[in-house]
């Protein structure tokens, strides 16, 4: 028991920390229809091996959103989804639609290039009913998901591919990346003038880092650190994962006495603002840093 | 002019009126005038006389089904205020067990299958 136990993490281990592995979600949403599967969208969801997948379906009544992530473990894989479901219950008095919210945890184990169907409305109906489905019944279909891995000379960007055939109705696929640096530039500004760009790659939970900024002659000596948003507040912020790419940048004075702030935001090159005691503002943008 | 209820056979009023004297009668409830002007028309009215027998007859039945057959007035059910209380707190407790269970089943939104059978599955092929 235990040297089993004792090689399967070593393989873990090794698979998470070799370089080239490169995982690919292959995903296809299918309903039953009178002699054979109907295809209604296809797509794949690609990158290292910490990638997860969002998948959205929507219907009129009901909208089911998961999040996929794997832990391999050898030769197979546990294949861990996180559901977030709301379904339409009704109407109020008003006649404002009402919803029920529903968190769930689901997980299995597989081979590599197994198949798993993923009934996201639930069970599938009995043969007798799936065979004279009309096919809007949701119950009636599914996804089918392929994990596979391919050994890689470097580690790629995450990639998606989507192809939605049957327009009338609702799928998202998404790959959701937690970043292990980021690019953060800051800048200084004062009224109409801006300091030059300082920009750098960290890492979030890593030692702080002192940044100096020079304005107008003057020097300011800031103290920044990277660090991961607090827990989400609500359910469907935890079990979507919504802020995996969100980082907070936490900004002190030199003489490590009250910090100044935090500026949180995600990977998309917007600037945030942070007003300072001095009178001037820190604009931090974060990024995606470039490949290596 | 002459009181048709007087008459031998005064019509169906008249003989709706005697009836309701009979009735009256066999309660204790008329006076000694109201029960001479009733035997003085009974003697000469056989219909009214045979309704008084009958009226006599459902009554010794009611005293033989409560159980006093030698009865000098048919007995009243009575409902003693225990029992009433008890009935209605049965029919409360029973109303409220039937809203529940029927809240249970039906009530409030999103009922139908169970939860379970909502949620999404995964099945390895």
Excluded at chain 1, 121 to 147: C, Q, T, Y
Excluded at chain 1, 264 to 290: E, K
Excluded at chain 2, 58 to 87: D, E, K, Q, S, Y
Aim: charged share 20%; hydrophobic share 40%.
């Amino acid at each position: 028991m235990a040297p089993s136990l004792f090689s399967s993490i070593i393989l873990t281990l090794a698979t998470l920390q070799s370089p080239g592995t490169r995982l690919t979600y292959r995903v296809r949403v299918l309903e039953h229809a009178a002699v054979a599967p109907r295809l209604l969208a296809s797509g794949a969801v690609s990158g290292a091996v910490d990638t997860d997948m969002r998948l959205t379906l929507r219907t009129d009544t009901t909208e089911v959103e998961a999040v996929f992530q794997v832990t391999p473990t050898g030769d197979t894989v546990n294949l861990g989804a996180e559901f977030f479901t709301r379904r339409q219950v009704g109407r109020s008095r008003r006649g404002l639609p009402l919803w029920e919210e529903d968190t769930y945890r689901r997980v299995v184990r597989l081979g590599w290039s197994d198949t798993a169907r993923i009934y996201p409305f639930g069970a599938p109906p009995p043969p007798s009913a799936s065979s004279r489905g009309n096919g809007k019944d949701v119950r009636g279909m599914w996804v089918e998901l392929i994990l596979e891995r391919l050994f890689t000379g470097g580690e790629g960007r995450p990639a998606e591919e989507f192809s939605l055939v049957d327009t009338t109705r609702v799928f998202r696929l998404e790959t959701v990346v937690r970043p292990r640096r980021a690019r953060v530039v800051l800048n200084l500004v004062r009224g109409d003038t801006v300091s030059a760009p300082r920009g750098f790659d960290l890492v979030p939970d890593e030692p702080a880092r002192i940044v100096q900024l020079v304005l107008g002659g003057r020097a300011t000596t800031l103290v920044v650190a990277l660090a991961r948003p607090d827990p989400p507040r609500n359910e469907r912020e935890r079990a979507l994962a919504l802020d995996a790419e969100v980082v907070c940048l936490r900004v002190s004075p030199p003489d490590a006495s009250e910090p100044l702030g935090q500026v949180c935001g995600r990977l998309n090159n917007v600037a945030r603002q942070l007003p300072l005691p001095t009178g001037d503002t820190l604009a931090a943008t974060f990024a995606w840093p470039g490949p290596r | 002019m002459v009181d048709s209820r007087e008459g031998a056979g005064g019509g169906s009023a008249g003989h709706e009126h005697w009836l309701m004297q009979i009735d009256a009668e066999l309660d204790g409830e008329l006076s000694l005038v109201e029960r001479a002007a009733l035997a003085k028309h009974l003697v000469t009215c056989g219909h009214c006389a045979g309704a008084r027998a009958s009226q006599l007859e459902v009554r010794v039945a009611l005293a033989r089904a409560a159980g006093n057959p030698h009865a000098f007035a048919v007995p009243r059910p009575a409902i003693r205020a225990g029992t009433l209380m008890l009935w209605v707190v049965v029919a409360l407790g029973a109303g409220l067990l039937a809203g529940w269970m029927a809240n249970q089943r039906w009530g409030g939104p999103g009922g139908g299958g169970s939860l379970e059978e909502t949620r999404g599955t995964i099945v390895v092929q």
